[in-house]
């Protein structure tokens, strides 16, 4: 069975800082996921990694696969309160031509001036 | 381009009624799968449907059930329903084309809340 692990759960960091979520995973798989949960809403899509050394970034986020170690990171630079959210990470476990995504816990991220 | 919707976006039930709930794809997308989103168990996956069909399934009781019609149009069904069952139920969609920014668009959710 597919486990997802994500750490931290709870991040809380100051505006301006840096910092990484990590998203470890135990059966191999063909992508990984990371989305962006905002209080009472719906999961924003942020990037997919396709392949191993894959690296993508969007403004202050940067997400990274490491396929061997079945790792995904997503690094946040100079935060800002904007970045506020809940982060999950997710692999598909069926293949590459269907879905069926397992997610990690989620870590909820507060940026504080 | 619209986005997933989903309906209704809030229900309340009591326990031992039965729901359904409705999903709408991006348009052109033919899979779409549905998701539980609990505090204590996070999310997940119910089950996944293309063309009709059911691909994959869930770690969850028959109650739990599904179908897709022939325009991507999606609904799932709760029978029986359990105060457990009170949750977030995302809906989404992908076209899955296999390229480099495949992946699955969430709609805005339905609230179910069991009494």
């Known amino acids: 069975e597919l486990k997802v692990e994500q750490n931290p759960l709870f991040l809380s960091m100051q505006e301006g800082k840096n910092y990484t979520i990590y998203c470890n995973y135990s059966?191999?798989?063909?992508?990984l996921y990371w989305y962006r949960q905002d209080p009472g809403k719906s999961l924003e899509s942020l990037f997919v990694?396709?392949?191993?050394?894959a690296v993508k970034q969007e403004g202050r986020l940067m997400a990274s696969l490491d396929t061997k170690a079945r790792l995904s990171t997503l690094h946040i630079t100079a935060a800002v309160h904007d970045l506020s959210a809940t982060y999950f990470c997710?692999?598909?476990?069926?293949?590459?031509?269907?879905?069926?995504?397992?997610f990690g816990k989620g870590t909820l991220l507060t940026v504080n001036p | 381009k619209a986005g997933v919707t989903q309906t209704p976006r809030y229900l309340i039930k009591t326990r031992g009624q039965q729901v359904t709930l409705s999903c709408s794809p991006i348009?052109?997308?033919?899979?779409v799968s549905w998701y539980q989103q609990t505090p204590g168990q996070g999310l997940q996956f119910l089950f996944e449907?293309?063309?009709?069909?059911?691909?994959n399934k869930g770690n969850f009781p028959g109650r739990f059930s599904g179908r897709q019609f022939s325009n991507s149009r999606s609904e799932m069904n709760v029978s029986t329903l359990e105060l457990g069952d009170s949750a977030l139920y995302l809906c989404?969609?992908?076209?899955?084309?296999?390229?480099?920014?495949?992946?699955?668009?969430f709609g805005p959710g339905t609230r179910l809340t069991v009494l």
């Open positions: 990694l396709l392949s191993n050394g």
């Open positions: 449907y293309f063309s009709e069909t059911q691909r």
């Open positions: 348009s052109g997308h033919r899979s």
């Open positions: 059966t191999t798989s063909d992508r």
């Open positions: 989404a969609s992908s076209s899955l084309s296999g390229g480099s920014t495949d992946t699955q668009y």
């Open positions: 997710a692999v598909c476990n069926s293949g590459g031509s269907n879905y069926k995504l397992t």
